[in-house]
């Protein structure tokens, strides 16, 4: 079941897709069981995200080495010396005090940390990000931290968005995404390779609007 689930979730991409855009698929585990994931890996999906620490932590150790670990869910500050070193890429960049922590512990342990910016694209009071006039002021702050590496841009849409709206939102992201790839890219200190955008149920209209990331759980994991 879950591999005909990621073969019909990798058609989807391709149709939604560019013939130039590379889009990877990032499985989204939270709550699901190591069975379940274990199945998701067999299949050829090698990028897992999950969004707390201590579940994360727990997988971590039970599942196989070459797996590549994205935390995606509003991290506490008090829970990111845990994460550090084990995640490739910190989705969920949503304040200057979170990057400064991960600064902080990223330089005790001598490495680099990848993170995405988040955006609250739809400026809901109940989630967490940037706002869009905050990003360039933002960045400017976390380019003075030598251990945080920008990777790009992520957001979450509106639960009850219509597609006219999502596509509103999608289409502001990349428009960001873009001004700031022209802005920044020529610093080393500043990848802007990742527009992480596109869950289960808007991955498709997200890939159309230039996502290159799409973290997608239950499409994988449910029936
Ligand atoms: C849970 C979650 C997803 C996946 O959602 P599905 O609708 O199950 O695909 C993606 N991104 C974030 C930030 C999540 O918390």
């Known amino acids: 079941m879950i591999k005909k689930n990621i073969e019909i979730i990798e058609t989807k991409i391709n149709q939604a897709k560019a013939p130039?855009?590379?889009?990877?698929?990032?499985?989204?585990s939270k709550y699901r069981s190591i069975e379940s994931m274990l199945a998701v890996y067999e299949a050829g999906v090698s990028h897992m995200a999950e969004?707390?620490?201590?579940?994360?932590?727990?997988?971590?150790?039970?599942l196989p080495g070459d797996i590549t670990w994205h935390?995606?869910?509003?991290?506490?500050?008090?829970?990111?010396k845990y994460a550090i070193g084990k995640?490739?890429?910190?989705h969920s960049l949503d304040s200057i005090?979170?990057?400064?922590?991960?600064?902080?512990?990223?330089?005790?342990?001598?490495?680099?940390?990848?993170?995405l910016i988040?955006?609250?694209?739809?400026?809901?009071?109940?989630?967490?990000?940037?706002a869009q006039e905050e990003v360039e002021e933002a960045i400017e702050q976390i380019l003075n931290m030598p251990?945080?590496?920008?990777?790009?841009?992520?957001?979450?849409?509106?639960l009850d968005a219509t597609e006219q709206m999502l596509n509103n939102y999608f289409k502001e992201m990349k428009s960001i995404y873009e001004k700031l790839k022209i802005l920044y890219n020529n610093t080393d200190r500043i990848k802007m390779r990742y527009l992480s955008m596109g869950m289960s149920g808007d991955f498709e209209l997200a890939v159309q609007n230039g996502a290159n990331l799409?973290?997608?759980?239950?499409?994988?994991?449910e029936e």
Do not use: W
């Open 20 to 28: 130039d855009q590379d889009v990877l698929l990032v499985a989204v």
């Open 51 to 62: 969004n707390r620490v201590q579940e994360f932590l727990e997988k971590y150790d039970l």
């Open 71 to 80: 935390l995606i869910g509003h991290l506490q500050t008090n829970k990111v």
């Open 87 to 90: 995640t490739a890429l910190i």
């Open 97 to 115: 005090r979170l990057a400064q922590e991960i600064q902080r512990q990223s330089q005790r342990k001598n490495v680099t940390t990848n993170v």
């Open 118 to 130: 988040q955006i609250n694209i739809a400026k809901e009071a109940s989630k967490y990000g940037f």
């Open 147 to 158: 251990n945080v590496m920008i990777e790009g841009l992520m957001c979450i849409a509106p």
């Open 214 to 221: 799409v973290r997608i759980g239950s499409a994988i994991f």
